[in-house]
């Protein structure tokens, strides 16, 4: 294909003063992986495509239902019933068929993300739940890719660029603005939230353009900001974020630590089900005799614990079930993601009959406060 | 100080009368907040601060702008 025919479908953007045909060629080369083909992910897979990103990955387990037409633009009423992932990938191929297009018609998982993000260049976030946000975000984190992230609820979305190298560094991720996932989903109200359609489309667009300053180095993309738009006022907010030191503590060590953490969690609005201790709640509770203590760490380590407990690793926990007094339980780990685990695998097992709880934030964090206080 | 809400906190708190005599850190501004609106604890909202989010405690002044941000889930 001659130069001319390549780039001739992106013409009037290479045009552009600071773009032309070396920003055109980057956004080519470019792997894109954008996850979960809802609202946003509609809006942004399109302009992403238009635009000439040469290989776009769709990562989506949900077939296309009669509630989502309202703002997923890419499915119509035949759609529904089919799988999301495929019905847009066959979309976008009629709309522009020299993008590579790659199907990931599945759930992103702690065990299948890394394989699957491991080949992109930039990830976008079209995911529906928190569980997933903080996920993709650790991911990222982890294997050092910028995250465009975006959100909705009602008539508003947030927007940032995160994780994206600025000065030699990391920019801020999402764990800098939110640090920590709790453990029931309570806020989200679990897709029984109302949105409007056309703000979806505004803030998938608005990724679609990060991406593309991402890729191409062109303009000021949102590193360190958040941008929140309300689609009833009109009104524009931006805040200033900054990567913060601790942030990484949050986020699990490595790939091993990644495929073990708890992201998904139930919807529930039963306040019974926080199960995760506060440092001072703990230190409270610990005085007591009628409390079992776990580490439910595979290998303590050096950490110092200066309180009576027994150890049973996470991987032996279901077999030492019977041998667990008791009827306040108390979990605890480095960080708290592994405890957390092991406090939900115990509710199941002992349903109501005993008080479960995790040590939130694991005995690091503990011992840093137990040191302030 | 002047606090405006976003998301559903805005609905929860806007034109409510909130009395901040005191309070010198955000961590002091939460408390108050929790106990004047006790349906805050099972949410979680990130403090900005003259439009910067900062992370932990911090100082607050008299003039000082906070916004209040709950975490959106939707796509």
């Not at chain 1, 954008?34 to 990955?57: D, E, F, K, M, P």
């Not at chain 1, 991402?214 to 990567?243: C, D, K, Y």
């Not at chain 2, 607050?60 to 939707?74: C, K, T, V, W």
Request: charged share 20%.
């Amino acid at each position: 294909m001659t130069a001319d025919n390549r780039y001739g479908r992106y013409r009037h953007q290479i045009l552009l003063r600071d773009f032309g045909e070396a920003a055109q060629q980057k956004l080519l080369d470019a792997r894109v992986l954008v996850v979960g083909a809802g609202g946003l992910g509609c809006a942004a897979l399109q302009y992403l495509v238009a635009a000439g990103a040469g290989t776009i990955g769709i990562a989506d387990d949900d077939t296309v239902h009669l509630t989502n037409l309202h703002r997923q633009v890419l499915y119509g009423t035949n759609d529904i019933g089919y799988p999301k992932a495929k019905r847009a990938a066959r979309r976008l191929k009629q709309l522009n068929p020299d993008i590579e297009i790659q199907v990931h018609p599945l759930r992103l998982t702690p065990q299948n993300t890394l394989g699957i993000i491991g080949s992109y260049d930039i990830i976008v976030d079209g995911t529906d739940n928190h569980g997933s946000k903080y996920m993709i975000n650790d991911a990222c984190v982890l294997t050092g890719k910028p995250f465009i992230f975006g959100a909705v609820s009602e008539s508003e979305g947030q927007l940032a660029v995160f994780n994206a190298v600025t000065n030699g560094s990391f920019s801020a991720n999402y764990r800098d603005v939110f640090p920590y996932q709790w453990p029931y989903d309570k806020e989200a109200g679990c897709n029984e939230t109302g949105v409007i359609g056309v703000l979806t489309g505004i803030i998938g667009c608005m990724q679609g353009n990060e991406v593309i300053k991402v890729i191409t180095h062109t303009g000021n993309p949102l590193v360190n900001r958040l941008v929140t738009f309300n689609a009833l006022t009109g009104r524009m907010h931006e805040f200033s974020i900054q990567a913060g030191t601790e942030t990484r503590k949050l986020i699990p060590a490595d790939a091993k630590e990644f495929m073990q953490a708890r992201y998904e969690m139930p919807c529930t609005n039963d306040d019974s089900n926080f199960i995760e201790l506060p440092a001072g709640e703990f230190q409270r509770l610990i005085n007591r005799n009628d409390i079992t203590v776990i580490d439910v760490r595979e290998n303590p380590g050096p950490t110092r614990v200066e309180f009576q407990h027994i150890h049973i690793p996470f991987g032996r926990l279901k077999e030492s079930l019977p041998t667990i007094k008791g009827d306040t339980i108390i979990t605890f780990c480095e960080k708290g993601i592994l405890s957390l685990k092991a406090a939900l695998l115990l509710k199941e097992a002992f349903q109501n009959g005993k008080k479960i709880y995790s040590l939130r934030h694991g005995i690091n964090n503990w011992n840093n406060t137990n040191n302030f206080a | 100080m002047e606090i405006i809400a976003f998301g559903r906190l805005a609905d929860m708190i806007e034109n409510k009368e909130i009395n901040l005599e005191g309070v010198t850190t955000t961590d002091q501004l939460r408390q108050k907040l929790q106990v004047r609106f006790p349906f805050l604890s099972g949410i979680r909202y990130a403090i900005a601060v003259n439009n910067k989010i900062l992370p932990g405690n911090a100082f607050l002044e008299q003039n000082d702008r906070i916004a209040l941000l709950p975490p959106y889930s939707g796509g």
